[in-house]
């Protein structure tokens, strides 16, 4: 399976590397936290690390650790924007069992 990208995820990406001005692409990995586990962590990709996976979408590289593959495989991320001021990622993961009220952390 993959790690995937939205056409409207690569093209955000897209911009806010070139922005940036460095960066191969981007980083997503999951941490223990909140009340049902994990939650996920996204940040730029400057170099690859020794176990990454990578994967590519729309052009835009997607670099995952191996612990973080294993509950993430099959993602798709999209950003969205409900308002000016709201905005941001959005996981679909057809690995998450369980999900907090707040939908800030997930179990698998």
Do not use: W
Request: aromatic share 8%; with cysteine; hydrophobic share 40%.
């Amino acid at each position: 399976m993959a790690v995937t990208l939205t056409e409207a995820a690569a093209e955000h990406v897209a911009g806010m590397i070139a922005k940036r001005g460095q960066g191969m692409g981007l980083r997503v990995a999951t941490k223990k936290a909140g009340c049902s586990g994990f939650t996920y962590e996204v940040d730029y990709a400057d170099e690859l690390g020794g176990e990454d996976a990578v994967f590519e979408s729309h052009g835009i590289k997607i670099l995952v650790d191996p612990m973080s593959l294993a509950r993430i495989d099959g993602t798709e991320i999209d950003f969205v924007r409900s308002s000016l001021l709201n905005k941001g990622f959005e996981f679909h993961n057809p690995n998450v069992k369980d999900a907090c009220g707040c939908g800030e952390s997930f179990s698998v």
